[in-house]
């Protein structure tokens, strides 16, 4: 389970310009579970997932991990419960061009110092699950708007994350995709995987495998329409 504790985010602090993205948030977050922050744009629930996969740190407040207090804990440790925990798909797949769509995949693993041939075999079978096993080889750059959004599932995935986050996974994919999309996150779920999405597309928060619906507004939660 993931905690937030009267989690506040502010950014410039003390300038002309500072902006409280995050004021006082407490929620829970189920394992096992999919759940969803929805919200308008500039709603903070970007921020608020950046926070949850200790990618930034409140302002104020407390986040706990499997009830282990990890909010002021050095940077050294917040990157290997990243790279061990979470498995991150963006808006945008961000993949690395000028390498293959295997090396990419891989990238993440090789800070864990993993055997490359194991690696690679893990790789592929990913790859091959969401029919990119002919693409392997192959530059991004070639790569459809769909394709590279599977790469990055396939990246995200490389590490075995218990925990899936997903930023507006569906904001640059077609209807067909986007049902596509939630298949999959019914496959993380079936595999007892926890996963947080943020997004605003009916087809996803209106979706029948998402157990919880957290709507936020101008940095806080709102109450959920009855």
């Known amino acids: 389970m993931i905690e937030l504790l009267n989690v506040r985010k502010v950014f410039n602090a003390g300038s002309p310009s500072e902006f409280s993205a995050?004021?006082?948030?407490?929620?829970?977050?189920?394992e096992n579970k999919v759940t969803v922050l929805k919200g308008p744009s500039g709603s903070g629930k970007t921020t608020l997932l950046s926070i949850v996969g200790c990618m930034s740190r409140p302002s104020a407040g407390r986040v706990k991990l499997h009830?282990?207090?990890?909010?002021?804990?050095?940077?050294?440790?917040?990157?290997?419960?990243?790279?061990?925990?979470?498995?991150?798909?963006?808006?945008?797949?961000?993949l690395i061009k000028g390498i293959s769509v295997l090396e990419n995949v891989m990238l993440p693993a090789y800070?864990?110092?993993e055997r490359r041939a194991e690696l690679k075999v893990r790789a592929l079978n990913g790859l091959d699950k969401l029919n990119l096993g002919n693409k392997a080889?192959?530059?991004?750059?070639?790569?459809?708007?769909?394709?590279?959004?599977?790469?990055?599932?396939?990246?995200?995935?490389?590490?075995?994350?218990?925990?899936?986050?997903?930023?507006?996974?569906?904001?640059?994919?077609?209807t067909k995709l986007s049902y596509r999309f939630m298949e999959i996150v019914d496959q993380f779920k079936a595999?007892?995987?926890?996963?947080?999405?943020?997004?605003?597309?009916?087809?996803?928060?209106?979706?029948?495998?998402?157990?919880?619906?957290?709507?936020?507004?101008?940095?806080k939660l709102e109450a959920n329409p009855s």
């Open 111 to 113: 800070p864990l110092g």
């Open 22 to 30: 995050i004021n006082g948030v407490d929620l829970r977050i189920a």
């Open 137 to 174: 080889a192959s530059k991004v750059e070639w790569l459809s708007g769909g394709e590279a959004q599977r790469v990055a599932i396939v990246r995200a995935l490389i590490n075995d994350p218990q925990i899936i986050i997903a930023d507006e996974p569906t904001a640059h994919l077609d």
């Open 67 to 94: 009830d282990r207090e990890i909010t002021s804990l050095p940077e050294r440790f917040l990157t290997d419960i990243r790279r061990k925990t979470f498995g991150f798909i963006f808006q945008q797949p961000n």
């Open 191 to 219: 595999q007892g995987k926890t996963v947080i999405i943020t997004s605003h597309d009916p087809l996803v928060y209106d979706s029948k495998i998402v157990d919880d619906v957290v709507n936020l507004r101008d940095g």
